[in-house]
């Protein structure tokens, strides 16, 4: 699975976007861009994933670039709930094994 | 419902104790994986379980003993463990297996003393 870089934080004032940002260079055209979220002491929480469009859900929307080299997690209106360790995945179509890098620390500030 | 359940929240147990941890999921998926995750670390996949079936283990010590007795149900088995295994277990679920969406429970916190 190709390796993933993101920055180690972030700050957000509360209401706010939060964009967080993933390099993934080295994607191939069958992997997946998965982003896990993991608010302290808790188990990571499933956001959202992609192939190459954008997608949208009820909790954030995925911005993959068109060379599929990078993409952002946009949280459109950041709440203080939504501190926590995001991690950007990318891994295969195929029996892939979901490893998690060090992530994103998002603060969001009031 | 995408909910996994993980009991006890939070165990501490001697190094010649033995324990087990549970997790349980309704969604139907068929399969169940342990990770583990130590302190300001991101999680580490243990084991994976597909169709009941053991289908990994990432080389994890034979302390640790994983047990599914059926398609909800996953074990965790932990007999003579070092204060090195302290960490929070994770217990994740998919539908089908490692290429589906894992979704995870809230985690067993565990110290060893």
């Known amino acids: 699975d190709a390796k993933t870089t993101q920055p180690p934080s972030m700050d957000c004032a509360e209401g706010r976007a939060a964009n967080l940002p993933c390099n993934h260079s080295?994607?191939?055209?069958?992997?997946?861009v998965y982003w896990y979220r993991q608010i302290h002491s808790q188990g990571p929480q499933y956001i959202i994933h992609g192939l190459k469009n954008n997608e949208t859900n009820e909790m954030a929307s995925l911005i993959i670039t068109e060379d599929r080299k990078s993409s952002t997690l946009i949280l459109p209106h950041a709440t203080l709930r939504d501190t926590a360790v995001y991690y950007c995945i990318v891994r295969g179509v195929y029996g892939n094994k979901l490893v998690f890098g060090a992530g994103t620390i998002l603060r969001v500030k009031s | 419902d995408t909910e996994v359940t993980q009991t006890p929240k939070h165990l501490v147990m001697g190094m010649t104790n033995k324990k087990s941890l549970k997790c349980e999921q309704h969604?139907?998926?068929?399969?169940m994986y342990w990770y583990k995750q130590k302190a300001k670390k991101p999680p580490e996949l243990m084991f994976v379980?597909?169709?009941?079936?053991?289908?990994i283990n990432e080389s994890v010590p034979s302390r640790f003993s994983p047990e599914c007795p059926n398609s909800s149900l996953l074990n965790l088995h932990l007999h003579a463990l070092q204060p090195e295994d302290s960490a929070l277990y994770l217990c994740?679920?998919?539908?089908?297996?490692?290429?589906?969406?894992?979704?995870f429970g809230p985690g067993t916190r565990l110290l060893v003393l």
């Open positions: 969604m139907g998926h068929r399969a």
């Open positions: 994740a679920s998919s539908q089908e297996g490692l290429q589906e969406t894992q979704y």
């Open positions: 080295t994607i191939s055209g069958n992997e997946y």
């Open positions: 379980y597909s169709y009941e079936k053991l289908s």
